[in-house]
């Protein structure tokens, strides 16, 4: 039970936490379990705050205590939050279920499940529990990250019979995966409206910019790709990876020069790129073979 005196400690300790001032909101919790050792609250709270901090271990300390006071299942969700930083993935997915034996529909457990299992590369176990917060929570976000999953595991036309089914038109990351899709399955006109669409949201998506410039580049458009790459380089000069791409499609139409001054950059950047040194002793080769 929390003492009044307790809550209030608890209190001013959460707005301390909610302007930045860490160690002034520490004290006002640990005030608070000076005044009531048992208050529940404010053990969660400073749990929140260590797990904050990257102190994880102090922080499940903290959860656990929480726990054995009162079964919330918000106690069991941070809890497994705290286990997955630290990589103990079955402790996580121990706590997230122990949420979920104390309120199936928490949908926030279901969500957590969802992201470990996606993680795990359990992607079958992954749509089924992001289903199952759809149907506590009907939100579209839910939907279009079961989209992404069916895009990992390269089933295009499900992930869009889903995507199709979504109002989401305000989004760019649902017009980005309809596009994904869309080029995918070579449907290269569909892909490029949607890609624009995208970028008619937001302008300064690297991912729906370089996926346009690919569509180009596939229809066979190699300089109106070259000018998303271009436009992105602009945006993102000291993105090796984007650099190498430039490079890669440079590779293609035998502009090795151009190319090589891109991947030497990129590499001068992260020298332990292994796609900017692959086409490095590509490009050194085939200027050889002239």
């Avoid at 929480?66 to 402790?91: D, Q, R, T």
Wanted: charged share 25%.
């Amino acid at each position: 039970m929390e003492t009044n005196t307790s809550k209030d400690l608890n209190n001013k300790g959460v707005q301390f936490f909610m302007n930045g001032d860490l160690e002034k909101a520490k004290n006002c919790y640990q005030k608070a379990l000076e005044t009531n050792p048992e208050n529940a609250t404010s053990l969660n709270n400073l749990g929140l705050l260590l797990h904050h901090e990257k102190s994880f271990t102090e922080a499940i300390e903290n959860f656990s205590k929480a726990i054995l006071i009162e079964k919330k299942p918000v106690y069991f969700l941070n809890a497994g939050n705290s286990h997955a930083m630290k990589g103990n993935l079955a402790n996580a997915e121990k706590c997230y279920l122990e949420a979920l034996n104390t309120d199936p529909n928490y949908y926030n457990a279901w969500i957590s499940l969802a992201k470990l299992s996606n993680h795990q590369k359990k992607y079958d176990q992954a749509i089924r529990f992001w289903k199952k917060a759809f149907s506590i929570d009907p939100k579209p976000e839910y939907q279009l990250e079961i989209g992404k999953i069916y895009i990992l595991v390269k089933d295009y036309e499900s992930a869009l019979t889903l995507l199709s089914g979504i109002q989401l038109v305000d989004s760019p990351a649902y017009w980005f995966l309809i596009g994904k899709c869309e080029y995918e399955l070579r449907n290269h006109g569909l892909a490029e409206k949607a890609f624009k669409s995208a970028l008619a949201i937001q302008p300064d998506s690297l991912e729906a910019r370089q996926f346009l410039g690919l569509n180009n580049f596939a229809t066979g458009k190699i300089d109106q790709c070259l000018e998303q790459y271009d436009f992105i380089l602009k945006m993102y000069p000291s993105n090796h990876k984007m650099l190498t791409e430039k490079a890669v499609i440079l590779c293609s139409i035998s502009s090795f020069e151009k190319a090589l001054t891109l991947v030497e950059k990129a590499l001068t950047l992260k020298p332990d790129y292994p796609k900017a040194i692959h086409y490095k002793e590509l490009i050194l080769t085939s200027r050889e073979a002239f």
